[in-house]
């Protein structure tokens, strides 16, 4: 067995590379193979160590950091047989608890013994990959937000998002927008538009409530523009797994999205967010994606 972890060091707390050399010598001391830690250095690093693994034909490489290091070690192991570990330690991690991976090093690292593996679907929004979710409304906006790191470099994990949000809220104007679907057409000025192949963004906000990463199906959860009252309902709908209760929330699963009138936008990709002009246009491969699971 050929296995790479690919850490992100400021992700999970201090000592997170001697924590998980560590605990890969001593769970898989008596397991034949090669298994080797590399440290990324910046953006980007973590797509190129994978795509390195791919290439020397290792059976599996590990996402030690949040969801955007998994996005980066899963997208060159997309139609590969190298499987994807995730080991958790984002401020959200979403992927991993709608795949019901361990969020301890012990627990994530201890899946090699079992090696089961799971084919799960992709999302691609404006070329990119996506695994959790992706979007073009207010979500797009607080991730852009939030990897400024403002408020985020002070402070990790899921609070920084709160004083984020609020502040993010009164600036955000929404905008008119044709959504076409393989079923529907739907005008809609959102406040959220989101693209789920699992169920959370992350951090236990549930945006698309049943929604699983293997059925060829995307959930493109809806929600349109609202006053600060109307925000904090969905807030706490979101947060309680409730969210297909509030007033005015629409859910439909389709494996094709296109979105006009959409200008110059933010879109996000797994809580990445780039700069995008014209329409949008989100898809689906089908059980593209080896992921090791419990």
Not at 24 to 31: A, G, I, M, P, Q
Not at 70 to 97: D, Q, R
């Amino acid at each position: 067995m050929k296995v790479r972890f690919v850490v992100n060091p400021v992700a999970g707390g201090t000592d997170r590379v001697k924590k998980i050399t560590e605990s890969v010598k001593r769970l898989l001391k008596s397991e034949e193979g090669i298994f080797d830690i590399k440290v990324t250095l910046g953006r980007g690093s973590a797509a190129e160590f994978s795509k390195e693994a791919v290439m020397k034909g290792f059976d599996a490489v590990f996402a030690c950091g949040g969801d955007g290091t998994i996005n980066e070690v899963a997208t060159p192991l997309v139609s590969t047989g190298t499987v994807l570990g995730v080991l958790p330690g984002g401020s959200g991690n979403g992927f991993a608890k709608s795949l019901g991976i361990p969020g301890d090093i012990d627990g994530s690292i201890g899946l090699l013994k079992g090696f089961k593996v799971r084919d799960i679907d992709v999302g691609i929004i404006c070329g990119r990959y996506f695994f959790s979710t992706a979007g073009c409304g207010f979500d797009a906006r607080l991730s852009k937000r939030y990897n400024e790191g403002k408020v985020s470099r002070k402070v990790r994990g899921i609070v920084p998002y709160y004083p984020i949000a609020l502040a993010e809220f009164f600036k955000f104007k929404p905008r008119e927008l044709t959504v076409q679907t393989d079923c529907q057409t739907i005008k809609v000025a959102p406040l959220i538009l989101t693209a789920a192949n699992t169920e959370e963004y992350g951090g236990g906000a549930v945006i698309a409530p049943g929604a699983l990463p293997d059925d060829g199906l995307l959930d493109l959860c809806i929600v349109p523009k609202t006053g600060l009252i109307g925000a904090r309902k969905f807030a706490k709908k979101l947060l309680s797994g409730k969210v297909a209760d509030f007033d005015g929330y629409m859910c439909v699963r389709t494996d094709r999205v296109e979105i006009t009138d959409a200008g110059d936008s933010v879109v996000q990709a797994d809580g990445e967010p780039f700069e995008w002009r014209g329409n949008i246009t989100i898809g689906l491969l089908h059980k593209k994606l080896k992921v090791l699971v419990k």
